[in-house]
C-alpha cells in the first residue's frame, strides 16, 4: 500500500500531466493558425505522449490499491508572441516537471517507498529526453536568429524529431 502523502504526490503529478497534453495540445493549435503543419502534428504528438505519462499514473495509482484523483485543470495559455516563444515556454515547463518528478523519486526514497521510486525512474529517463529535445529546438531556432525562411526549414524538420 502506498503511503497517503505520495498517493498525493503522485495525484498531483498526474493532473499535472493533464495540464501538460491540453497545453501541447493548444500550442498545436497555435501552430495550426501560424501555418506551422509540422509544428502542429509535433505538439498533438506531444500532447498525446503526456495523456499517456497520466495513463501510466493513474495505472499505477488503480494497481497499487489508491485512487487517482482527477482534478480541475487550468486553461493553458492560447497567445504566444513566437514560435520561439513556445518552444522556450515548452522548454521551461519540461525542466520544473523534472523537478517535480525528482522531488517525488526523491521522496519515495526517504520513505522507503522503493517500489514507487522503480516506477518513477522511467519518468526520470522520459524528462531527460524532454528537455533535451526541446533544447535541441532551441538551439536550432537560435542559429536561425528569427529568419522566416529559416523557421520554415526548423517546422520541416519536426518531422524527423516526432519519428525519434
Request: charged share 25%; glycine share 2%; hydrophobic share 35%.
Amino acid at each position: 500500500m502506498i503511503q497517503k502523502e505520495m498517493i498525493a504526490h503522485l495525484n498531483k503529478q498526474l493532473n499535472l500531466e493533464l495540464f501538460s497534453s491540453n497545453l501541447y495540445l493548444q500550442m498545436s493549435v497555435w501552430c495550426n493558425n501560424n501555418k506551422l503543419l509540422e509544428g502542429c502534428k509535433f505538439f498533438k504528438q506531444q500532447s498525446n505522449e503526456e495523456m499517456n505519462h497520466m495513463y501510466r499514473l493513474f495505472d499505477y495509482l488503480n494497481d497499487s490499491d489508491s485512487t487517482p484523483r482527477i482534478g480541475a485543470i487550468d486553461a493553458p495559455p492560447e497567445h504566444f508572441p513566437s514560435f520561439k516563444d513556445i518552444i522556450q515556454f515548452s522548454y521551461d515547463h519540461e525542466k520544473m516537471i523534472s523537478k517535480r518528478i525528482h522531488k517525488i523519486s526523491h521522496y519515495a526514497t526517504e520513505i522507503q517507498d522503493y517500489r514507487t521510486f522503480h516506477f518513477l525512474k522511467w519518468y526520470v529517463s522520459e524528462q531527460y529526453e524532454e528537455e533535451r529535445m526541446f533544447k535541441s529546438i532551441l538551439d536550432r531556432i537560435e542559429l536561425i536568429n528569427s529568419d522566416m525562411h529559416g523557421l520554415y526549414f526548423i517546422d520541416q524538420s519536426l518531422k524527423e524529431i516526432r519519428k525519434v
